[in-house]
């Protein structure tokens, strides 16, 4: 069982490591550069083009890696394997605690009408800086998971 949720792990993290990094570096800045007329709309498309794909893979990688954890025999996969759940466990905190209210809050605005005091409440930064944080943790965990199989062979 270890030999199928190892490669698994790899599999879904790199997937959400890879759309992090895509939003890290592609859309965050794309985003920031946008007038806020703009802005609302497109964040709107991109969010539900990554909602549900992005959760499902980090849950699908963080299940893997709890079932190493739990089935390899104390060792250094076993190890591996619960670092890379609590760093995917960090990532869904950030996602949930940080990104996803952002997310709903600019679900909720008119890009006609956005708030008057737009340059007060813009959270373009702050949704930047978090998604690099979850976008680090992410790679941490895929960097482990691929480390962990070269302990399987």
């Known amino acids: 069982m270890i030999t199928f949720f190892v490669p698994l792990a790899v599999l879904a993290g790199g997937l959400a490591a890879g759309g992090l990094m895509i939003s890290a570096l592609g859309g965050a800045p794309m985003l920031l550069a946008l007038p806020v007329d703009s802005y609302?709309?497109?964040?709107?498309?991109?969010?539900?083009?990554?909602?549900?794909?992005m959760p499902i893979c980090i849950v699908t990688a963080l299940l893997s890696d709890v079932a190493v954890a739990v089935l390899a025999p104390t060792g250094v996969t076993h190890t591996l394997a619960a670092a890379a759940a609590v760093l995917y466990l960090c990532v869904m905190s950030v996602s949930l605690t940080k990104n996803v209210p952002i997310n709903r809050w600019i679900a909720t605005l008119d890009p006609a009408n956005p708030p008057a005091d737009w340059q007060r409440v813009d959270p373009r930064v702050k949704w930047r800086n978090w998604n690099l944080v979850r976008t680090t943790f992410a790679v941490l965990a895929l960097v482990v998971n691929v480390a962990a199989v070269g302990f399987l062979v």
């Open 40 to 53: 609302l709309p497109v964040h709107k498309l991109l969010v539900g083009r990554f909602d549900p794909f």
